[in-house]
Nanobody, 116 residues
Framework: VQLQASGGGLVQAGGSLRLSCRAS?????????MGWFRQAPGKQRELVTT??????TDYADSVKGRATISRDSAKVVYLQIHSLKLEDTGIYYC???????????WGQGTLVTVSS
């Protein structure tokens, strides 16, 4: 299974970004929850947001009210964050889990840098 993320880059504080992630190598009926994690410099990887196959979402407190995760198919997920803060800087990793079982998959990461 491969997760291909795109959309990172340099963004000014107060601006917005949109990341996308597409899964391949897995049949649609096996795809479960997808989401995004991030890792800031010198910190551990942390959850940003997830969305289940049924559309239930979960957000980290740090992005609640500023982020929206959406899914236009079982294998494509988007993340929008507005009112970006310097602390949103980090490598954003796409995440996916099989609908049944415990197998998890990670994308290669896309760098988001928020500048003042």
């Amino acid at each position: 299974v491969q997760l291909q993320a795109s959309g990172g880059g340099l963004v000014q504080a107060g601006g917005s970004l949109r990341l996308s992630c597409r899964a391949s190598g897995i049949i649609t009926s096996n795809m479960g929850t997808m989401g995004w994690f991030r890792q800031a410099p010198g910190k551990q990887r942390e959850l940003v947001t997830t969305i289940t196959r049924g559309g239930e979402t979960d957000y980290a407190d740090s992005v609640k009210g500023r982020a929206t995760i959406s899914r236009d198919s079982a294998k494509v997920v988007y993340l929008q964050i507005h009112s970006l803060k310097l602390e949103d800087t980090g490598i954003y990793y796409c995440y996916a889990r099989r609908l049944s079982g415990s197998a998890e998959y990670w994308g290669q990461g896309t760098l988001v840098t928020v500048s003042s």
